[in-house]
């Protein structure tokens, strides 16, 4: 990605080696703005799901405010994800490297990392979860949509009622999976990866780490698509 490139190569006052730009301002904007609204969205949909979660509602401003707000915060977190589309596709498309990543995950799963074979700027278990959010996000808005104006879908035709609240669910249910995931791997898993979606830079080693292809291509130019 042309976006990514070497800050310094000079060693900071206490970093033995150089820092390289993982995520730049843009990037972290548009990451945080999908948090946000996601996250917004997760709270308010899980209280209209179940009213044992109903009390989330109250965190918000009730209940009302919460069914008002929930379909905006959707739009703008679909918004958000085709941004992140525009930005990331060059980075996200699975490539041979990945194949041969995944057929190497368990030693990921082991935290063995330097039997993995060198990966791009993302993994291929962060590619995935790209695409999960891409295409769960499409159906989620489309199904919201039948929420949303559901008194216009005439009763004759409750089938597409029904068809609605049930991909909103299934959308929902599997985006949470992958958003755990995601959380859990990026702030407890892997050290330095939570750093860097704030402040953008991760070190050299890390970078050589977790993502040599991606690494060599930002020092050297060589390419990471293989
Ligand atoms: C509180 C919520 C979230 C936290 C703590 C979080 C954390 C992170 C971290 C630490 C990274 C950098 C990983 C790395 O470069 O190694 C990252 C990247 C990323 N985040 Fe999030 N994130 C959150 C919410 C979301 C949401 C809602 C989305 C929805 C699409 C999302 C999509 C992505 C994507 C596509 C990337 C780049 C690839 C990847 O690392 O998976 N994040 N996030």
Known sequence: MSTSHV?????????????????????????WLAAL???????????????????????????????????????????????????????????DADRRWSKAMRYYVENQDEKLPPEGRFNYGQKLFFWLMFYGVILLVISGF????????????????????TVHVVAALATIAGFIIHVYMGTAMVRGGFTSIIRGEVTSTWAKTHHRLWYEQVTKGTSSQK
């Open 7 to 31: 800050v310094s190569s000079r060693p900071p006052a206490r970093e033995p080696e150089g820092v390289i730009c993982r995520y730049t301002l843009g990037e972290r904007v548009h990451h």
């Open 37 to 95: 609204t996601y996250i917004y969205c997760l709270i308010t949909g899980l209280a209209f799901w179940s009213p044992y979660m109903y009390w989330l509602a109250t965190l918000v401003g009730g209940g009302p405010t919460a069914r008002f707000w929930h379909p905006w915060f959707g739009l703008g977190f679909t918004l958000s994800i085709f941004w992140m589309y525009k930005m990331w596709i060059g980075d996200m498309r699975i490539t």
């Open 146 to 165: 039948g929420l949303w104006f559901v008194e216009s879908i005439p009763w004759s035709l409750r089938w597409l009622r029904y068809t609605a609240v």
